[in-house]
Structure formats: C-alpha cells, structure tokens
C-alpha cells in the first residue's frame, strides 16, 4: 500500500495551502518507507486553471498511489484531486498513527466493497434463478476429497452472512432432494424450524452437535445408508 503525506519542514502533517512537499510512503512489510518526495505548493493567489495544472503535473508523480493525506485541503482542491482518482483524507494527528489508521480503514473498506460484490452477485443470480430455473453453483455444499467420496460440506453462516437475501430452505433443499451423495457436514448459527420435518420426508439422519462460539454443526447421512453401515 501507498499513501502521499503532505508534511512540513519538520515532518508534520501539514494544510496544503501551506509550505511543505508531498512524501510518498509505501508499506513494506510492518514498515512505512518513504518512496520519493516530491516537490508541491500552491501560491494563495493561484486561480482554478493554475490549480489544476499543478495537481495535473503531480498525480502522475504519485504512481499508483490513490490515497493523499493532508492536515487540511481545500475544497477546490479537494474536488479535482478527486476527480483525478485522488482519495484524501484530512488529519492533524502524528504522520505514522495516521498512516496506520488510514491503511486499517482502507483494508475494511476493500474487504466491504468485496464482501458487497460477492453478495450482489449472488442476489443477481438468485434473481436469474427465479426466472429460469438456473442452478446457484456458488452456493451449493462443497464436495470434500474427490468426487466419487459423496462427502460434501456447507457453511451455511457464511453464505447467510454473505447474503442476507438466501435463506436455508433454498440452499440445502434442492441439494438433499436432487444430489446423490453419502455425508452432508453442515455448519448454522441455528437449526432451522424445518429441518426435522425435512429429514422425515426425505429419509435421512442428522447428528446434531453444539459447537462453542461458532453455532451447531449437522452430519447428514440418507437413512438407507445409514441402515447398511
């Protein structure tokens, strides 16, 4: 990760509108380096077109560095580093907690962006699903050693974390009605109203266990198998 602090002579986060130069930092490892300085500074009296072409011709100087750090900016200033692609953060803070604290940031948001993304594609394809029937490959039980074992697993807090509009029926009916398999290993925060009312109908066993901070896990095995063992 990259971020670029602008920092006064004595090293401190500094206003843009003030003098000082822009450090560009990268993380290696557990520790921030600086990269390169580079030299930046806006006069009071610039106007919008002056403004911008200084932001112009130091964007480029920041390589892939999206993340710009300053003690304050202004609000033109602001908007066209935006615009340029530019994320700013404004702090007064010691320059090294900053950095820590706008890399933990950036990390959650990433893996939000990611965790939303994931979940979009799933409600895409639950809507595709009910309108023609398609099979949800990604939210199906996981097949566990080759495929003749018919072991499967299925972390159901996971996927109703992932995707709120899901639910258990959904996921695990089509699977235990429709897929010749020998175990089902299932993990859920709870035992759904319905399962032993499934289980009747659909011939099969399920060993329930309480799993300490995690939820209940099931082994699900088809009756007749489990009678032949």
């Not at 990760?1 to 090293?11: C, L, T």
């Not at 394809?125 to 050693?145: A, M």
């Not at 159901?156 to 089509?174: A, F, H, K, T």
């Not at 099969?204 to 032949?228: F, H, W």
């Amino acid at each position: 990760m990259k971020i670029a602090a602008y920092v006064d002579a004595e090293g401190e986060i500094a206003r843009v509108s003030d003098k000082g130069a822009i450090l560009l930092f990268e993380l290696s490892g557990e520790v921030w380096k600086v990269r390169k300085t580079i030299r930046f500074g806006l006069r009071p009296d610039d106007g919008l077109a002056e403004i911008h072409a200084s932001l112009a011709a130091m964007v480029p100087e920041l390589e892939d560095c999206r993340l710009f750090l300053s003690r304050s900016v202004r609000g033109v200033v602001n908007s066209l580093l935006q615009e340029m692609g530019i994320q700013t953060w404004q702090s007064h803070g010691p320059l090294f907690t900053q950095l820590e604290t706008i890399a933990r940031k950036e990390n959650e948001r990433a893996q939000q962006a990611a965790k939303d993304a994931r979940a979009e594609r799933r409600r895409t394809r639950r809507r595709r699903h009910h309108l023609d029937g398609s099979d949800l490959d990604d939210i199906r039980p996981v097949l566990v050693g080759d495929e003749h074992s018919g072991h499967f697993r299925l972390d159901l807090v996971r996927l109703l974390q992932d995707d709120p509009w899901l639910n258990s029926w959904d996921i695990l009916i089509p699977f235990l009605a429709g897929t010749p398999f020998r175990q089902l290993d299932l993990v859920c925060d709870h035992i759904p109203r319905w399962f032993s009312r499934a289980m009747r109908a659909l011939a099969m066993d399920a060993e329930i266990m309480e799993l300490p901070g995690l939820g209940v896990a099931a082994i699900i095995t088809p009756k007749q198998q489990a009678e032949a063992t």
